[in-house]
């Protein structure tokens, strides 16, 4: 408890966040096995995990490093349409599915790091709306490139065909006897093995945690501060600006990456439309709801808006209303001084006196 009340107040939201994740994955998991949740929200752990993970890493970009991205599903479908492939086609040569998720997410971290660097180049270069339009581009793009996308695997490998043009099909893989088609374009990929876990999805919000969190406090995330606070200024004192974004971004679309991964493993079957321009604006809205640059914010944000719906489903003439509702009120409420003045008081900062 001393070691608590010396930190500031900095670091002592980041601990509590870390707390507060791990108490409600010992709670969630009690519940669980004690058959006090339903099959429907039984089939929301993942996925809330997916998208808490898309609000940390949005907010990096949004929050941190002071830039609007409008295209962030796209990097979530990259990682989520990698890890599918490296995964339906290690099934054979690795049985163990957690060894076999993990690859997979780091397929899809890389995949989405590699798109990240790529759309980097040119976006970054932009500012503001400018760069906000771009994003949402490049996000739709890739959606249309997966859509023309059919792989399959086989003993030969991976097989890879675009079909831009629509005259290709599955037939055209040439897979040899045995062989299974993972893509199969705008069908997307079906009959996926689903191996994605809570407990993954737990662990995966915990790296989210440490690597953000390191990341500002390292030099590299006082730069990138700077340059969110003064462009001009950190330029006057040598700092490179699109070096630093570049490193920041990437970390963003690398983190979304095995989000999608985790997400494209817990369904049987996912198409390139459910990671359309929608899916963006709502992780946006997990972060603008949450604060900018508020880790602990968007957690609460991304899993009481993601499941919020689910659970007034009953009340289907309704249920939108109500969503709609409850954001107006939480976005007032995450604007009102009074409201935050009630939150600082939860977690209390030690004031120093002439002693200290």
Request: no cysteine.
């Given at each position: 408890?001393?070691?608590?009340?010396?930190?500031?107040?900095?670091?002592?939201r980041n601990y509590f966040s870390y707390v507060l994740v791990t108490a409600a994955f010992l709670i969630v998991t009690f519940m669980n096995q004690g058959g006090m949740l339903n099959k429907k929200m039984q089939g929301l752990l993942v996925p809330v995990c997916c998208y808490i993970v898309m609000a940390l890493s949005l907010n990096l970009t949004v929050g941190i490093m002071g830039e609007l991205s409008l295209g962030h599903a796209g990097f979530m479908s990259l990682g989520a349409f990698t890890g599918v492939v490296v995964s339906q086609s290690l099934m054979g040569v690795i049985p163990n599915e957690p060894l076999r998720l993990l690859i997979a997410i780091l397929c899809g971290a890389a995949v989405a790091a590699v798109g990240g660097f790529l759309i980097g180049l040119p976006v970054l270069r932009l500012?503001?709306?400018?760069?906000?339009?771009?994003?949402?581009?490049?996000?739709?793009i890739i959606m249309d490139i997966i859509n023309c996308l059919i792989v399959g695997h086989d003993e030969k490998g991976v097989h890879i065909i675009f079909n831009?043009?629509?005259?290709?099909?599955?037939a055209d893989l040439n897979l040899l006897e045995g062989g299974t088609a993972i893509i199969k374009g705008a069908q997307g990929a079906v009959g996926t093995k689903s191996i994605s876990t809570f407990t993954g999805g737990f662990i995966l919000i915990l790296i989210t945690l440490f690597i953000i969190i390191n990341f500002v406090r390292s030099r590299t995330g006082r730069a990138v501060l700077a340059i969110r606070?003064?462009?001009?200024?950190?330029e006057s004192v040598g700092v490179d600006v699109m070096k630093y974004k570049m490193i920041a971004f990437v970390?963003?679309?690398?983190?979304?990456?095995?989000a999608?991964?985790?997400?494209?493993?817990?369904?049987?079957?996912?198409?390139?439309?459910?990671?359309?321009?929608?899916?963006?604006?709502?992780?946006?809205?997990?972060?603008?709801?949450?604060?900018?640059?508020?880790?602990?914010?968007?957690?609460?944000?991304?899993?009481?808006?993601?499941?919020?719906?689910?659970?007034?489903r009953q009340f289907a003439d309704y249920r939108m209303l109500i969503y709609?509702?409850?954001?107006?009120?939480?976005?007032?409420?995450?604007?009102?001084?009074?409201?935050?003045?009630?939150?600082?008081?939860?977690?209390?900062?030690?004031?120093?006196?002439k002693g200290d």
């Open positions: 408890m001393k070691l608590l009340r010396n930190l500031d107040k900095s670091s002592r500012r503001g709306d400018y760069l906000a339009i771009v994003t949402l581009a490049f996000g739709e831009f043009k629509g005259d290709k099909s599955i606070d003064n462009r001009i200024a950190a970390i963003s679309t690398t983190l979304a990456g095995a999608g991964a985790l997400y494209g493993l817990n369904f049987t079957g996912i198409t390139a439309a459910k990671f359309n321009f929608n899916t963006s604006i709502l992780v946006l809205v997990f972060v603008v709801l949450g604060g900018l640059g508020n880790l602990l914010g968007s957690i609460i944000a991304a899993t009481v808006l993601y499941i919020l719906p689910e659970a007034l709609a509702v409850v954001l107006i009120l939480v976005m007032l409420a995450t604007n009102n001084p009074k409201v935050k003045n009630l939150f600082a008081k939860i977690i209390p900062v030690r004031r120093k006196g």
